[in-house]
Nanobody, 122 residues
């Protein structure tokens, strides 16, 4: 099972980026994005399943998660970026089906991509 994230880069404050994550070897019922800034814990960003979409509280409508089931790919559109969004962004997927409540929980995810760095300059 592999998750390959891409799309990170350097962007100015207020700009946008589009992250993608391609899964192979397994078809996930839920896929999620987490991020980790230097010196901080890994935090939940967004997840998507048949039940719907969930977002971290800090997102405030700026990010959108979507999937292309035919390609087993999850995308995270990042808009209105600010320097506090600077982090390594990781895609992840759980083994099996997880509940709505667990979609925000890092521990519910078994497989992780390598991460893609997003840097937002002021």
């Amino acid at each position: 099972v592999q998750l390959q994230a891409s799309g990170g880069g350097l962007v100015q404050a207020g700009g946008s980026l589009r992250l993608s994550c391609a899964a192979s070897g397994y078809t996930f019922s839920t896929m999620g994005w987490f991020r980790q800034a230097p010196g901080k814990d890994r935090e939940f960003v967004a997840s998507i399943s048949r039940s719907g979409r969930r977002y971290g509280d800090f997102v405030k409508g700026r990010f959108t998660i979507s999937t292309d089931n035919a390609k087993n790919t999850v995308t995270l559109q990042l808009n209105s970026l600010n320097p506090e969004d600077t982090a390594v962004y990781y895609c992840a997927g759980p083994r099996g089906v997880i509940s709505w409540n667990l979609m925000r929980e890092r521990g519910a995810y078994d497989y992780w991509g390598q991460g893609t760095l997003v840097t937002v300059s002021s």
